[in-house]
T-cell receptor, first 112, second 110 residues
Framework: SQTIHQWPATLVQPVGSPLSLECTVE??????LYWYRQAAGRGLQLLFY??????ISSEVPQNLSASRPQDRQFILSSKKLLLSDSGFYLC???????????FGSGTRLTVV | GENVEQHPSTLSVQEGDSAVIKCTYS??????FPWYKQELGKRPQLIID?????GEKKDQRIAVTLNKTAKHFSLHITETQPEDSAVYFC?????????FGKGTTLSVSS
């Protein structure tokens, strides 16, 4: 069966520090991968999605970037965090078409 | 691109009452409409979905309706229970990714 792993679960980082969040999927091939951010009390904002290795689409211009170095690995990065980057980051996957996502367990990032 | 509006933002009901959450979407090409439930501090979980060739779908106490002409869809929860308390998100999908509404915080009091 398919599983999605996301880590770390919580992270406290100072302003200006770098960020790397990792997401991996097991049990499937060529998944679509997504990064969403959920600010406190807010909805789910699509940040990036990827339909294949090296293919990244950005939905919201900001100081974050994403990479997909392997088929089932999706990484969210930042060179310098801002206070406004705090939130709950969720990775998700699907196989495209009229299907729902499976979300990872999320990373709660607090920038101080 | 797609835009999804969700109402109400908060909803309080008594146990046993029904709850209705409504969403509208903008992209007529969207063909898939899931609903997710998110408990505090946890990941969203898919609870029901509907495709554009179907007008209504039920799963026990939960039902979803879709009006393609008006571009709106709704979640109906009957006989609400305290464990239904959570944040509910609607979403719509056209070509790329799911676009989510801003969520509805449902509180069921016993």
């Amino acid at each position: 069966s398919q599983t999605i792993h996301q880590w770390p679960a919580t992270l406290v980082q100072p302003v200006g520090s770098p960020l790397s969040l990792e997401c991996t999927v097991e049990g499937t091939s060529n998944p679509n991968l997504y990064w969403y951010r959920q600010a406190a009390g807010r909805g789910l904002q699509l940040l990036f999605y990827s339909v294949g290795i090296g293919q990244i689409s950005s939905e919201v211009p900001q100081n974050l970037s994403a990479s997909r170095p392997q088929d089932r690995q999706f990484i969210l990065s930042s060179k310098k965090l801002l206070l406004s980057d705090s939130g709950f980051y969720l990775c998700a996957w699907d196989l495209g078409g009229p299907l729902g996502y499976t979300f990872g367990s999320g990373t709660r990032l607090t920038v101080v | 691109g797609e835009n999804v509006e969700q109402h109400p933002s908060t909803l309080s009901v008594q146990e046993g009452d029904s709850a209705v959450i409504k969403c509208t979407y903008s992209d007529s090409a969207s063909n898939y409409f899931p609903w997710y439930k998110q408990e505090l501090g946890k990941r969203p979980q898919l609870i029901i979905d509907i495709r554009s060739n179907v007008g209504e779908k039920k799963d026990q106490r939960i039902a979803v309706t879709l009006n393609k002409t008006a571009k709106h869809f709704s979640l109906h929860i009957t006989e609400t229970q305290p464990e239904d308390s959570a944040v509910y998100f609607c979403a719509a999908r056209s070509v790329t990714a799911l676009i989510f509404g801003k969520g509805t915080t449902l509180s069921v009091s016993s």
